[in-house]
């Protein structure tokens, strides 16, 4: 799967969907102009590569956090809060973050000058979003969601 595949699945099956799961383009484009907007730190319209790889590592961070609770509470036998030695020593520690904007800039970085504008992003991002509306009626059901690959929320 494409980076912005991936990324376009990500914003998707977080975005706020209809009662049966669906997702309208109206609503993928707000959420995406958000999510632009969160990325560019510098408030600059631009993504840079730096930018781009502190959101990677801060989604990185953030679901090796919800791993590392699933699974401390999975080693937690005796679910008293605490690790013994025995129960940590079967505690495996996720492979350290990684953050590489080359994809990201390579894939959406349409004009080359190594950022990513607004208009950059939305058009890779609707590209997307298209392909996964097989049934092109401008929004995304759960059903063509989780035939992409995501999980609706």
């Known amino acids: 799967m494409r980076w912005t595949l991936g990324m376009t699945l990500l914003l998707l ?5 209809g009662q049966d799961g669906s997702i309208s ?3 993928f484009i707000a959420d995406m102009d958000a999510q632009f907007r969160a990325m560019d730190s510098d408030r600059n319209g631009q993504l840079s590569a730096a930018e781009i790889e502190s959101s990677q590592r801060a989604q990185a961070s953030t679901e090796a ?7 401390f509470a999975l080693l937690d036998t005796d679910k008293d809060g605490k690790l ?12 350290p973050n990684t953050a590489n904007a080359g994809p990201v800039l390579a894939r959406m970085d349409s004009n080359k000058d190594r950022r990513v504008s607004p208009v950059e992003h939305r058009a890779a991002m609707l590209v ?3 392909r996964l509306d ?20």
């Open 65 to 71: 956090s919800k791993r590392n609770r699933t699974l």
């Open 128 to 130: 997307n979003f298209d």
């Open 13 to 17: 099956a977080g975005t706020a969907t």
């Open 25 to 27: 383009r109206a609503r």
């Open 134 to 153: 097989t049934d092109h009626n401008g929004v995304v059901s759960a059903a063509e969601l989780k035939a992409g690959g995501a999980t609706p929320h």
């Open 84 to 95: 013994t030695a025995e129960e940590f020593d079967r505690f495996n520690n996720p492979p």
